[in-house]
T-cell receptor, first 118, second 110 residues
């Protein structure tokens, strides 16, 4: 199947700093990328949907100024957590989607990034 | 909003036992998938099953879309089956994003 990578796999940063997480589709062009957040022992919560070249659509309750999402190309989306606080510590997962010729969409998930804010 | 509830939330099995995991959803769906999240956090797609029944080895799944539920069957469980199982749905008219269920944490003991 298709491969989606995330970098870094884990990161520790100090409160007040910003951290960027990259999501890449390695062998396909992703028209849409999604960002999810997962708290320990909890489900995945959709944060935002981004389409290449346009602004991301954020889910209700997600601060767009805190979680900056950029989808600059068909293979790369970035999530920047700005002015990080300990409560932003979480597991962040991206997924990338493309449309097959048959018309159906396929979606693949990255391995996740564990963020710890001290 | 969409509700996707899974049961049981936690399950402990002896190796070799069978189990059934359930996923109930509150809206009509155009896509339903079952995932296994391994201990490292990677989501592994098990089944694409918006309706009907599929089997893959020791795993099988059934979705009854009209009654808004899906079942995942694990037979002859192995310790490597441990992890969290999620169902995720896509809803008609709401775009291409998945909405994940609450998850079932499975532990298979030798």
């Amino acid at each position: 199947g298709a491969v989606v990578s995330q970098h870094p796999s884990r990161v520790i940063c100090k409160s007040g700093t910003s951290v960027k997480i990259e999501c890449r589709s390695l062998d396909f062009q992703a028209t849409t990328m999604f960002w999810y957040r997962q708290f320990p022992k909890k489900s995945l919560m959709l944060m935002a949907t981004s389409n290449e070249g346009s602004k991301a659509t954020y889910e209700q309750g997600v601060e767009k100024d805190k979680f900056l999402i950029n989808h600059a190309s068909l293979t790369l989306s970035t999530l920047t957590v700005t002015s990080a606080h300990p409560e932003d510590s979480s597991f962040y997962i991206c997924s990338a989607s493309f449309r097959r010729l048959a018309g159906n969409y396929e979606q693949y998930f990255g391995p996740g990034t564990r963020l710890t804010v001290t | 909003g969409i509700q996707v509830e899974q049961s049981p939330p936690d399950l402990i099995l002896q190796e070799g036992a069978n189990s059934t995991l359930r996923c109930n959803f509150s809206d009509s769906v155009n896509n339903l998938q079952w995932f296994h999240q391994n201990p490292w956090g990677q989501l592994i797609n098990l089944f694409y099953i918006p309706s009907g029944t599929k089997q893959n080895g020791r795993l099988s799944a059934t979705t009854v879309a009209t009654e808004r539920y899906s079942l995942l069957y694990i037979s002859s469980s192995q310790t490597t089956d441990s992890g969290v199982y999620f169902c995720a749905v896509k809803i008609w008219g709401t775009g291409n994003q998945f909405y994940f269920g609450t998850g079932t944490s499975l532990t298979v003991i030798p």
